[in-house]
């Protein structure tokens, strides 16, 4: 059986720990910067970075139509759940952010405090139990009936699942942690 192709989005961001995640939970993990590349893809990951900055090159090189049509699984971690939210609720740049509007819910951006603030935490869910790293990370302050809320950091929503689609305010990637990578690949 062939390995599932994942392709990771690789304008901005971690996308290298997302591609070595993917090899070690039995996928096939390659760079995304084009609309031909994201054809070949059997899945795709937005990866953390810099949400705004992504936003306005998914724009620039026409990936974000062609992300809205991709039927196929997609997953977005930090910066990747900000990009798949139809709305921003608190936070930054609330009403200038580039979203590709995908999942029905809003984001509270950098909701856990500055870089300075970072931290690891592990979190029970449906899907196993995961390690999760928490850096300048948003969450998910409000869905619709679609979303499923599948983890929390105490009392906010930090993994949620609407159809194929998978969105983490947390960087499982930056673990050595495989179990959300794993899930993923088997919803292809």
């Given at each position: 059986?062939?390995?599932?192709?994942?392709?990771?989005?690789?304008?901005?961001?971690?996308?290298?720990?997302?591609?070595?995640?993917?090899?070690?939970?039995?996928?096939?993990?390659?760079?995304?910067?084009?609309?031909?590349?994201?054809?070949t893809a059997d899945a795709l990951i937005l990866p953390g970075g810099e949400?705004?900055?992504?936003?306005?090159?998914?724009?620039?090189?026409?990936?974000?139509?062609?992300?809205?049509?991709?039927?196929?699984?997609?997953?977005?971690?930090?910066?990747?759940?900000?990009?798949?939210?139809?709305?921003?609720?608190?936070?930054?740049?609330?009403?200038?952010?580039?979203?590709?509007?995908?999942?029905?819910?809003?984001?509270?951006?950098?909701?856990?405090?500055?870089?300075?603030?970072?931290?690891?935490?592990?979190?029970?869910?449906?899907?196993?139990?995961?390690?999760?790293?928490?850096?300048?990370?948003?969450?998910?302050?409000?869905?619709?009936?679609?979303?499923?809320?599948?983890?929390?950091?105490?009392?906010?929503?930090?993994?949620v699942r609407q159809k194929n689609w998978l969105a983490s305010a947390f960087h499982p990637e930056l673990t050595e942690d495989t179990t959300l990578h794993?899930?993923?690949?088997?919803?292809?």
């Open positions: 059986m062939a390995r599932k192709r994942v392709g990771v989005l690789a304008l901005q961001g971690d996308f290298e720990a997302h591609i070595k995640a993917v090899n070690a939970a039995g996928g096939e993990g390659f760079e995304v910067r084009s609309i031909q590349e994201l054809a949400s705004t900055t992504m936003g306005y090159l998914l724009k620039r090189f026409g990936l974000d139509t062609a992300i809205r049509a991709f039927e196929k699984p997609i997953w977005g971690t930090c910066a990747g759940m900000i990009l798949l939210a139809s709305r921003i609720t608190e936070g930054e740049k609330r009403g200038g952010q580039p979203l590709l509007g995908l999942m029905d819910m809003g984001v509270a951006r950098n909701a856990f405090g500055r870089q300075r603030d970072s931290f690891e935490a592990d979190l029970d869910s449906p899907l196993g139990r995961v390690h999760g790293v928490f850096i300048r990370a948003p969450y998910v302050s409000e869905w619709g009936p679609a979303v499923e809320p599948l983890a929390r950091y105490e009392d906010k929503v930090v993994l794993r899930a993923f690949l088997e919803s292809t």
